[in-house]
């Protein structure tokens, strides 16, 4: 029973991952968005082992508690135990916690390793948050544009509510590209799930990250940051193409912006 039910839980989990291919949240969802890039496929592969030692450590304690409420009930102990302590016992559930966080602790600190390792970047974006929008940068191609919202009024139909901006970002697939988030005023975070990616702009500090987009198509995210009263209006699209398209996309916009 409890391996079926491991099952289905990853059967729903693969389920809903597949659904979400171009970086859309879907209603009822389960599980994340697909990983397009390096560190957002660790990122999920890591949450799916730590999940399943959960559920099993659950499906331990659930146990144990139920043969105790069982085994312990008042009906067939009349007389209740004047146990105080039991040394084994004490030291197994102090140990093997500790065992299981050492287990979940070297993946975790190489993952957050590999996270901020940015080494010979090809490109670079630096992101800007405002209130309330975002202000982008391509340094290497003298790009700068900013990028609001579109309004529910104004979207067409196949467009996203919350979502939808005037200008996206677009980037090459393929490329290592380094991040750097920053803040003009007060705290934003620029968050795009499908890249695993959150990373707070605060005003005055530069923070560092980057992305390697590994597969075409459109993302989305939000700032993650209580930055006031516009907060859940700074919505994030990145368009992700071929670096061909990229270039052309880049030579339009040195004329645009």
Not at 39 to 65: E, N
Not at 112 to 117: A, E, S, W
Request: glycine share 4%.
């Amino acid at each position: 029973m409890i391996q079926k039910s491991l099952g289905l839980l990853i059967l729903f989990s693969v389920w809903g991952q597949s659904v979400l291919a171009d970086g859309i949240p879907q209603a009822w969802q389960m599980g994340m968005q697909e990983p397009v890039t390096p560190v957002a496929k660790i990122v999920a592969s890591f949450h799916d082992q730590v999940l399943l030692m959960a559920i099993a450590i659950s499906v331990f304690v659930f146990v144990l508690l139920f043969i105790t409420i069982l085994r312990f009930r008042e009906t067939k102990n009349p007389i209740p135990s004047k146990t105080t302590h039991n040394p084994v016992l004490e030291v197994a559930w102090t140990l093997i916690p500790c065992v299981l966080l050492t287990v979940m602790l070297f993946p975790s600190v190489r993952l957050i390793h590999y996270m901020d390792k940015v080494d010979d970047p090809e490109l670079t974006l630096k992101i800007e948050g405002r209130q309330w929008y975002w202000n982008y940068e391509i340094p290497e191609l003298d790009i700068s544009f900013e990028s609001r919202m579109i309004p529910t009024e104004e979207l067409k139909p196949d467009q996203l509510r919350l979502l939808e901006v005037d200008e996206a970002v677009v980037l090459p697939i393929n490329t290592k590209i380094r991040l750097l988030i920053t803040s003009s005023d007060v705290l934003h975070s620029w968050a795009i799930p499908a890249f695993a990616v959150k990373k707070d702009g605060a005003p005055g500090r530069i923070s560092e990250s980057w992305v390697n987009i590994q597969k075409e198509g459109v993302y989305y995210g939000q700032c993650s940051e209580l930055c006031g009263m516009d907060h859940g209006f700074m919505p994030i699209k990145v368009q992700a193409v071929s670096k061909e398209n990229f270039l052309k996309w880049a030579n339009d916009a040195k004329h645009r912006f």
